[in-house]
């Protein structure tokens, strides 16, 4: 695996995590967490 | 058109390929409550079809499968907490089958041979294919369960929180032989899905021998 290739997956996997957290937190906060 | 008939017909996730069974097994014993999965399936698929599909270019390889899990994963969760609010009932039917569709063979399996190498367009279209011919197969499979297993049809009762109303039907009175409770079980569901699999191969067999 060249060194560019690592780069993109992890800022890839980054981008993609932060945009699943934030929007599994903006869904808790106006629609309600599961108990 | 074409790329949806197949997903219902040739490639007809339960009845030809033989995948997502743990969810069919479990939660076809109503009516309801099989559609309402077969639509949770159909709508997880279409949204993660067409991320996947957009994204396609920027995922190497190496991380395709953890980003493309942890999209559906975001995307199941989002539909539990929206299930968990508007249809508690309903959520609570469906157990852990719900959070377990993130690893449903089926979205996963489109997610990496369609999604990953297709353009949006066909992605969604091979969706919306697979998804219908999946909720068609939950609700076949369910309504006979529940008519022979229970004698009842249920098409509205979780949702009436929603709906308002309930619409339930008793299809014939309890006599010696019915209700078969056993097709209620998961081994009933077994029985069932293996006949009507028996009767798919066959109607197959036999249009490839009139072909030849």
Redesign the interface.
Known sequence: ?KRN?KI??VI??TI??F??VT??YL??NY????K | MKTIWNGITKENAVFSLLLGLCSTLAVTTTFESSYMMGVCVLVVLILSNTIISIIRKLVPDSVQIPTFVLIIGTIVTLLEIILYRYVPNLYSSFGIYLPLIVVNCIVLGRALNVASKEKPTKSILDAIGIGVGFTVALMVIGAIREIIGNNTITIIKSLSSVTGNRLMYRVFEPNEMFPISFLLTPAGAFFIIGLIFTIVQYLKGRKKHESD
């Open positions: 695996m290739e993109q997956a890839v996997l993609t995590a945009i699943s929007l599994l869904a808790t629609i309600g967490g599961i």
